[in-house]
């Protein structure tokens, strides 16, 4: 298991959803993957997304700065 | 043990796509769904950057749908390869710069090669005889099977009952008289499926899910490909096309201008690909500007700027502008007078 991260800033959804969806087709279940984003859209795409495709979003997305943090545990 | 038939179904996150997939799940196949995102996407969020959109629903209209279908999604960026079916169609445009035939058929034969690498047995799409007038009618829809090469692996279970039937129907993986015959442009049979499939909760998009079917966002890429004298463009070059005021006031250089908080923030985005300007000493949008003006145009766009802030009124103001590579200075400028803005200035 290890801790990524993945820069999807300035992006409009579903591209933030599409990058992370690409990334997570390279981890492996359990690692870790944190996402910084700019698309308030997020809070609701990147945890459907984990919904529907056996992945766990872990805690709620944080607001920091100007950035929206979503951290997800890959699923099997 | 009989096998567990599989298929792929083409999910743009409205209706028909939804009830197309239902049909077929309730038959017991396995459907996972296919999202492409060309760049031309209408999404929900690229109305939310605007304020008085706020109050809309946030969601990516596939990834609800998949959720509610209780199905995977996997969400495809052809943006670059799309460009080909946009600059050219073989079958040519619609209305406005809408290649309908060429995408279906281009997104089935995606959705093929996509069902081939993951072992999968047919397509699903929610295609309707009749529905559209490009893509849709009766004669094209062939075309669409075969120039794609899913031939007949592509089931419409919408209208399948007008059409031949097809390897899944002939096979028996799937029951054809539990699929429909809908067709024409009514939606009362949909809204009566969904109905019985209890689906009351559904996207419903005035102008279809695509900015190329948009007579103000056609305009704005024609006059695009005529500034820059090249038919092209980049991704950031058709999302920008989404958002802000678009003012060309020569042929030089094109102005964007935030309308909203929102607009202005993801603007902000693109400072280090454009020149940018702001008024300083008043509140007032944030623009770019695309293109190569001359100092005396540069003026000009610093006084458009300035018109559409707080100080349009005052006799003269600040406005920052930084280029690019982050190079700053500032204009004093008195705010262009609204006579002297044509309304054939804006795109």
Known sequence: MSDHELDARNLLCPMPVIR???????????????????DPGVKQDIPAWCRINGHALVGEPEERDNDIILTLRVGD | MTKQYKAVSLISGGLDSMLATQLVLAQGIHV????????????????????????????????WVAEQLGIKLHIIDIVEEYKNVVLNPKHGYGQHVNPCLDCKIFM???????????GFDFIITGEVIGQRPMSQLAKRMPIVAAESGADDRLLRPLCAQNLAPTLPEREGWIDRAQLKDFSGRSRKPQMALAKSFAID?????????CFLTD?????KLQDLWQARKKRDYELDDIMLLKVGRHLRPTENFKLIIGREEGENNYLSGYRKQFTSMRVLDHEGPLALVDGTPTAEELH?????????SQG??????????????GSAHTLNVQPLPADELPKAWYV
């Not at chain 1, 087709?25 to 993957?33: E, H, K, M, T």
């Not at chain 2, 089935?108 to 993951?118: H, I, R, S, T, Y």
């Not at chain 2, 000009?300 to 559409?308: G, V």
């Open chain 1, 20 to 38: 992370v969806q690409n990334k997570v087709n390279q981890l492996q279940a359990g690692d870790i993957l944190t996402v910084y984003c700019t």
């Open chain 2, 32 to 63: 996972e769904g296919i999202n492409f995102f060309t760049g031309f996407c209408v999404e929900g969020h690229t109305h939310a950057i605007r304020k008085h959109d706020k109050n809309k629903v946030k969601r990516n209209n596939a990834l």
């Open chain 2, 108 to 118: 089935v034969g995606k959705a093929k090669a996509w069902m081939e690498a993951q």
């Open chain 2, 300 to 308: 000009l766009a610093a006084r458009i700027t300035a018109r559409f």
């Open chain 2, 201 to 209: 909760d559904y996207a419903q998009p005035a102008g279809g899910c």
């Open chain 2, 215 to 219: 007579k103000n966002y056609a305009t």
């Open chain 2, 312 to 325: 349009r009124d005052a006799q003269n103001v600040e406005v920052g502008i930084t280029t690019d590579s």
